[in-house]
């Protein structure tokens, strides 16, 4: 058994919170602690010197959709548009660039950003806009929530069924059942080799930031059986856990399900609403920028419940795309109706999960904490859109925009917080989301750097199903997924003055981690390992 020592570092140990060294056999962490007790203990290692950089557990980004971010990272991405006439302009130059005929699928278009008062530049591009730009090439704009699109007329000829849609307007953006339609029909249009292309791209990236595992959240509204079977059939290092969002009713039905599409789950975006961005996230109030819009419910009651109680029999993850409040309500209200019949310990057991979770009130906490439910959430949506005039600001107000995304609350209460991007919605970029968990627009809904690493590590994997208190973690025994940082400054420090506690303090011998302050130079990969095998280097790749 060869084993490989890794000295002259910083290593991120609770075993060992003053660690400088790390002993890696066959996959497996067998030892941490300083060079010389590591060098003496295993006289054979093959010595690989850290120079003073900082080691760390691998990430995990626990949602993700790989065929939509390797398009975005190698395609026609809107994020830098500041307005109606640059989302164009933008389109054009791909339009130029693109082969005749080829399907232009852009996204990341946000309109809540742009300037509302110059005159027709504050809203999104029409059909006709777009239509003048490209002629006859179909074109998919997805907002950059993902739930609402603009589309070239090529592109809504293509679903002879798509006026008698929910969610239809023949110039504006399609959203609900049009959307989904719209987008299936683009699909149709990618190759098996593109697909492909783009679901590696995407996982070569999360390599290189630190990511050993992703979770891929497909369904038949997001992505089709055959993008999700696709990735079923990758070979590729970093390891994917694949959520398929379609309820069903009975736990045959559930198992049947996840046979056929050699699932790993049945939640993730199994949509019970939409996004704010869109206005079709479920609230129980209406819109403050559109008084006449509460959202879309687009999976009732007895279905959630139903889905939750078959899949609990059943012994399968459940989840369930959740972002308004109303939407968070009676996914609750529903797990605890099927608490009630089963028992907590049952539904435990099963590790079910909402994603986002953006609007959960004191009572749902409380619920989903007892359930043992976990939230698998995306800080940068904070740091994005949760500042002053920003989007949910926009749409919900002040005084309902200051409680999303309370981390603080939910940790506080017991629910179990995974972190994650939503890629292509954020990017795969763990740090930013540490910085936007710590430094959130209000303090009081903040978590300490320390949770918040832990969210991005051991949360993932519990997110996944695996919580045997080793994965995730740099400790003897655990699997050797790793990753090394050129850091900056390493501090000990809470997510604001109010939790500046004992933690804080030198001698409670805390591990320290990277300055993730707004001003700090967030850590550089210079490698990533899973099983002890490197999967990433910056030397190689250049």
């Known amino acids: 058994m060869a084993t490989d020592l890794y000295v002259g570092g910083a290593v991120y140990s609770s075993a060992a919170p003053d660690a400088t060294a790390l002993a890696v056999t066959d996959g497996i962490v067998v030892w941490v602690g300083s060079d010389d007790v590591g060098r003496a203990l295993h006289p054979d290692a093959r010595i690989i010197p850290l120079q003073d950089r900082f080691v760390a557990p691998a990430f995990v980004d626990s949602h993700v959709h790989l065929t939509s971010t390797g398009l975005a990272l190698s395609g026609l991405t809107l994020t830098s548009a500041t307005s109606r006439s640059d989302c164009l302009a933008l389109l054009a130059t791909a339009h130029a660039a693109a082969a005749p005929g080829e399907l232009i699928w852009g996204t990341g278009w946000d309109d809540s950003a742009w300037d509302a008062t110059a005159h027709g530049e504050g809203r999104f591009p029409t059909t006709a806009e777009i239509d003048t730009v490209v002629g006859d090439r179909p074109v998919y704009l997805a907002r950059v929530d993902e739930h609402s699109a603009v589309a070239s007329s090529a592109l809504r000829d293509r679903v002879p069924e798509l006026a008698g849609a929910t969610g239809f307007h023949p110039a504006e953006p399609l959203v609900a059942e049009a959307h989904h339609l719209v987008r299936g029909a683009a699909r149709t249009l990618l190759s098996a080799g593109q697909r492909r292309r783009a679901q590696v791209r995407a996982l070569d990236h999360a390599a290189s930031v630190g990511v050993v595992a992703v979770h891929e959240n497909g369904g038949p509204d997001i992505s089709g059986s055959a993008d999700f079977l696709a990735i079923a059939d990758l070979d590729h290092p970093v390891s994917v856990r694949r959520y398929w969002g379609e309820a069903v009713a009975d736990a045959e039905e559930a198992t049947a399900l996840m046979r056929s599409l050699r699932a790993d789950a049945l939640g993730g975006d199994l949509f019970v609403d939409g996004a704010l961005g869109s206005h079709t996230a479920w609230l129980s109030q209406p819109y403050t920028d559109a008084p006449d819009l509460s959202g879309i419910e687009y999976v009732d009651h007895d279905t959630v419940r139903g889905h939750i109680a078959a899949c609990t029999v059943a012994g399968v993850q459940a989840g369930f795309h959740v972002i308004g409040d109303a939407a968070a309500a009676s996914v609750a209200t529903a797990f605890g109706e099927v608490a009630a019949e089963f028992g907590t310990p049952a ?109 991005t590590t051991r949360g993932g994997w519990r997110a996944g199903g695996i919580n045997d208190g080793l994965t995730g973690t740099l400790v003897p025994g655990a699997p050797a997924h790793f990753a090394i940082w050129e850091a900056e400054d390493l501090v000990v420090v809470g997510s604001h003055a109010g939790v500046q506690r004992w933690s804080t303090d030198p001698r409670a011998r805390v591990p320290a981690l990277p300055d993730v302050s707004p001003e700090a130079t967030l850590p550089r990969c210079v490698q990533t390992f899973r099983d002890g095998i490197p999967v990433y280097s910056a030397e190689t790749t250049g």
């Open 347 to 455: 539904l435990a057991r099963c590790a079910h999960r909402l994603e986002h979770a953006e609007m959960i009130s004191a009572h749902d906490m409380d619920i989903l904490a007892r359930c043992g439910v976990v939230a698998s959430m995306q800080p940068q949506f904070d740091a994005a859109w949760g500042g002053p005039g920003d989007l949910y600001e926009q749409r919900l107000g002040a005084d309902r925009a200051a409680s999303l995304n309370d981390f603080g609350a939910l940790a506080k209460v017991g629910v179990a917080l995974s972190f994650s991007s939503d890629a292509p919605v954020t990017g795969i970029d763990p740090w930013a989301t540490i910085r936007a968990a710590v430094h959130h627009h209000q303090p009081r809904n903040a978590i300490s750097a320390r949770a918040a690493f832990a969210a």
